[in-house]
Structure formats: structure tokens, C-alpha cells
């Protein structure tokens, strides 16, 4: 018989050992290999994420290295490995522009200290409640912006700051583009990149060995440099150059409304990014599982060392996770030994980074965005839930209008109004018995939300015939809704006509004991009504 995968508190042994298949045959081997897959995908990746963040490239290698040696050695996930992320870089490159390079090693910083204490107040848990939609819209709207953004580093021209601009600038950009030769040629570069990533998984097994990034961007920069194309490559500062770490200033700083509101938004997205990549991660393998608010607690301390070191900000990845699962990984060596490859490139070899050419780590970049989007989902979401459809589409559009923070903002928001309108749900009947007297039956649950349409039938009942609210097959009766049925009921019937009469459960029946002690005198209160008129 079948049995479920262990969850973390159910299988504690195995989340304290962590390298113990480690003593199993071949499983060292596979995971000093998979260390190399992971490797030669999270370099490119790297180095392009940092660019297109707007800072230096060598600041993505390190956020890598913290992600291998430091997140690696932490317990929470096994398997699923860390580094910078295409989801963080449209935030990173609004930060870096408003509050500057010196300012981002202070609020990845407060990112990691936050979400260390999140994960020690066991909060870790709860960003699985996160609306899927949300993240989804919040995914597609990063991609957007990416792919977008990256279109023009692509042709060699300058980003426009807004989405919208980015948008509405694209006629004008390929009109400039086909109009001369070095953007022309920088965009073929990056157009031929995009079509290596598309035709490589389609090779043989024996070619897809390289990962196709890597193949990519190395093909870009032969044909670059066999050719002698003018094209811009990636500008090199230097390790040591490049690390800028943060200054009491930039920490004094962090008390403003704009950077805590950067630092919040950092934190909500990583931490949600993160987990969710943890529990795909977890599908994909029948290794010990997440744990989430361990998890929670590396990111964290990951973050605060990229903080420290004033580098980009990290996530869990799922193309290098999932690349980590498919090579054979069993154990977080792996994803500690892809540190290790990263060190020891930034420090033998940095002056290779300068041979890129920015146009084929574009166009990465704007196949990652595309990835992001999730289009195979969105018309079977739209068929069959289409208030989550439009949950997804208007988180996406926020953000390209806006920005991050207030489009995911504006998502949660959205995403908790629909959950309340769905729950409301609420069912009226109405029948009428042999007797001439008329039931109203409400099933549901009786919220202020539904109101409108509560009253709507209520009001139309006929005034000089016996009624009955029948309460019982409620779930749930909230003040507002029982405050407003109570009134009706009291003044509905005409003098004359017998009261409108309530029933209702007895778990309610205490905060209804107004209306069945009112029901009785309302005939009285019309009479006595009816005599004043006359």
C-alpha cells in the first residue's frame, strides 16, 4: 500500500540528516555532477540577472556563491537551490534607480534580518496561502516588464524607466534598430540567443549535456568575437571592486516610508518565491521534504550575507532547482558544491565576463521572462475560474502600469475580496404553502456582501400576506445581516397582517432572541400605528 510523502514534522530524522544517502553507492558521484549542471546554468543566469538590474555583473556571482556555500549548509530544503532571481530583477532595478547602488546592500540586508524572524515565528507556513493567482500574475507581470525592458538592451538603447514607456516606445525602438547597423547587429545577437534556447531541448540527448543558457550565451560570444561584430559587452570592475558594503548612512536610511516600503515588498515576493519553488521542488522528488519555516530562516540568513556584502538580493530558483533535480542530486551537496565552481570562477577567471556580449545575456533574459508567463494556464484557468483569471490578469497589468510592490499589493487585495464574495454565497427560496402564508428560505452564508440581493427579494414579498424567514439551513449569519433582516421584519407587514416570523438555529438563536421577542410585538406596534393615522 501507497503511502503520502512524509511531511516535515512527521519525518524529523531525515531532515537532520541530510547527507545520509550520501553513503549509498554512486549517489556522491551524481551529486559532484549535478553540482556542474547547476554550475554552468546559474553562471549565465547570474551575470545576467545582475545586469539587467542595473548593477555589476560580479554582484550576481556573488548573491550565487552566498546561495551555494551559505543557503547550501542550511537545513529547510534539500534539494531545491538558491541564488538571484528574474523575479526580484524589475524590483532590484527600481530600487537601485530610486535609492542607488549604495542603498541596495542596506535593504537586502533588513530583507534577510525580517525574514530570519518571520521564519523563527513560524510564518513560514503561511505564505503557502498565498492565492496561486497572485503569484502567478505577479510572475507574468515580472515577466512583462522584463521582456519588455530587455528588448532594448537587446538593440543597444536605453531602458525607459515606466512600463507603459517601455510599452509605448517599441514602435519607435525597432524603427531605430532597423535604421542602424550597430543596433541592428546587437539585436541579431540577441534574437540568435533567443533562438538557441528554443532549439536546444529539441537536440539529442548527447548535445542538451551543456545546459542551454550556457550554450547560448557561448555561442553569442564566439560568433562575436570570430566575427568581430560591434556589439557592448559586460562591463568587469573586479570582485573586490564590486562589493560595495553598506555604510551607517545607507543603514540610517532605512527607517524612510519609500525604502521600507522596497524592503517589504522584497521580503513578501523572495519569501513567496522561495516557498512556492519549495513546494514544486518537493513534487519532484521523493527525497526528505521541506521544511518551511527552516527554509524561511536560510533565505534569511542568505539575504542578510548578500546584505552585508552589499550584492543582489536571492530566492530559491526553480530553473536551477529543477536542473539540480533532473541531474540526480540527493543531497544539499550539490547545491553547495555550485557555490564552489562560482568562487572559483569569479576568482580565476573574472576577466571572461568581459567577453559577453549584453545582447546575448538579453536575450536570456527575455526567454526567462517569457517562461514567467504562464500562457498554457491562463485560458483552462479563464474557462473554469474565471474570477481566478482575472485575479492573475489584473496582478499582471498592475504591475506593468504601476509597479511591483503595488501590483502585488493591489493582487492580495483583489485575491481576498474575491475569496469573501465567494464565500458569501447565499441561496434565497421562496414558496408559497396551501395556507396562503410565504417562506423565505435562506441557505449560505448571510453576509453584509449580500445584502443588495437579499433585500432585493425581501422587499418585493407582498405586504398583507402571512411570512416566514426560515434562518436554519444558514451557516453563517454576520451582525450586519442579521441587524438588517431583523429591521425588515419588523416593519415589512402591513397593520393588520400577522408579523413576519423568524426561525433560526440555536447556535444563533441567542443573537436572534431580539427578533423572536420583537416578531411577536410588531402587530401590537402596527395597531397602535394604525390608530394614531386615523
Request: glycine content about 10%; proline content about 6%; hydrophobic content about 50%.
Amino acid at each position: 500500500m501507497s503511502s503520502s510523502p512524509p511531511s516535515p514534522s512527521a519525518s524529523p530524522s531525515a531532515l537532520r540528516s541530510p547527507y545520509r544517502a550520501l553513503r549509498e553507492p554512486g549517489v556522491l558521484r551524481r551529486d559532484i555532477l549535478a553540482s556542474l549542471v547547476v554550475f554552468l546554468v546559474a553562471l549565465p543566469l547570474c551575470v545576467g540577472v545582475a545586469v539587467a538590474s542595473g548593477v555589476p555583473a560580479e554582484l550576481g556571482l556573488v548573491t550565487g556563491i552566498v546561495g551555494g556555500l551559505v543557503v547550501g549548509c542550511l537545513p529547510g530544503s534539500a534539494i531545491q537551490v538558491s541564488g538571484p532571481a528574474a523575479g526580484l530583477t524589475v524590483l532590484v532595478f527600481e530600487a537601485v534607480r530610486e535609492f542607488g547602488l549604495s542603498m541596495l546592500g542596506a535593504i537586502v540586508l533588513l530583507t534577510g534580518a525580517l525574514q530570519i524572524v518571520l521564519g523563527l515565528l513560524r510564518c513560514g507556513r503561511w505564505f503557502r496561502a498565498i492565492s496561486v493567482s497572485v503569484v502567478q500574475g505577479m510572475l507574468a507581470g515580472i515577466g512583462l516588464v522584463l521582456i519588455f525592458g530587455q528588448l532594448y538592451t537587446m538593440a543597444g538603447a536605453k531602458q525607459p524607466l515606466s512600463g507603459v514607456d517601455k510599452i509605448t516606445g517599441l514602435p519607435g525602438l525597432l524603427a531605430d534598430t532597423v535604421g542602424d547597423t550597430t543596433a541592428l547587429t546587437a539585436a541579431a545577437v540577441g534574437l540568435g540567443t533567443i533562438a538557441v534556447l528554443v532549439l536546444w531541448p529539441k537536440l539529442p540527448s548527447a548535445a542538451r549535456v551543456v545546459p542551454a543558457p550556457l550554450a547560448a550565451v557561448a555561442l553569442a560570444t564566439a560568433a562575436t568575437a570570430g566575427f568581430g561584430l560591434d556589439v557592448a559587452n559586460v562591463s568587469v570592475r573586479g570582485m573586490v571592486d564590486a562589493v560595495q558594503p553598506p555604510g551607517l548612512g545607507d543603514l540610517a536610511e532605512l527607517g524612510s516610508v519609500a525604502v521600507l516600503g522596497t524592503v517589504l515588498a522584497f521580503t513578501l515576493i523572495a519569501s513567496a518565491e522561495s516557498l512556492f519553488s519549495a513546494a514544486a521542488v518537493d513534487r519532484m522528488h521523493d527525497g526528505p521534504r521541506t521544511h518551511y519555516d527552516k527554509e524561511l530562516v536560510a533565505q534569511g540568513v542568505g539575504n542578510t550575507v548578500c546584505g552585508v556584502l552589499g550584492a543582489l538580493p536571492m530566492t530559491a530558483v526553480i530553473v536551477r532547482s529543477s536542473a539540480n533535480v533532473n541531474a540526480g542530486a540527493r543531497t544539499p551537496l550539490s547545491r553547495i558544491l555550485h557555490g564552489a565552481w562560482l568562487l572559483l570562477f569569479a576568482v580565476l577567471l573574472p576577466a571572461a565576463l568581459g567577453i559577453i556580449p549584453l545582447a546575448a545575456l538579453a536575450g536570456v533574459l527575455v526567454h526567462a521572462g517569457c517562461k514567467l508567463i504562464p500562457v498554457k494556464e491562463i485560458v483552462p484557468l479563464a474557462r473554469t475560474h474565471r474570477g481566478e483569471a482575472v485575479v492573475l490578469s489584473v496582478t499582471a497589468i498592475a504591475i506593468v502600469v504601476t509597479n511591483m510592490f503595488e501590483g502585488v499589493i493591489l493582487g492580495l487585495v483583489l485575491a481576498v475580496a474575491k475569496s469573501a464574495w465567494d464565500t458569501s454565497h447565499v441561496h434565497v427560496d421562496v414558496r408559497e404553502l396551501t395556507d396562503g402564508r410565504m417562506v423565505v428560505t435562506l441557505t449560505g452564508n448571510a453576509t453584509f456582501l449580500r445584502l443588495p440581493r437579499i433585500l432585493e427579494t425581501l422587499e418585493a414579498m407582498p405586504q398583507d400576506r402571512p411570512i416566514e424567514l426560515d434562518l436554519t439551513a444558514l451557516r453563517h449569519l454576520d451582525h450586519a445581516c442579521r441587524t438588517t433582516l431583523e429591521n425588515w421584519a419588523l416593519r415589512h407587514n402591513d397593520s393588520g397582517t400577522e408579523a413576519v416570523r423568524m426561525k433560526t438555529l440555536p447556535a444563533i438563536e441567542a443573537e436572534a432572541a431580539p427578533v423572536a421577542e420583537a416578531a411577536p410585538a410588531a402587530e401590537p406596534e402596527a395597531k397602535a400605528k394604525a390608530k394614531a393615522k386615523a
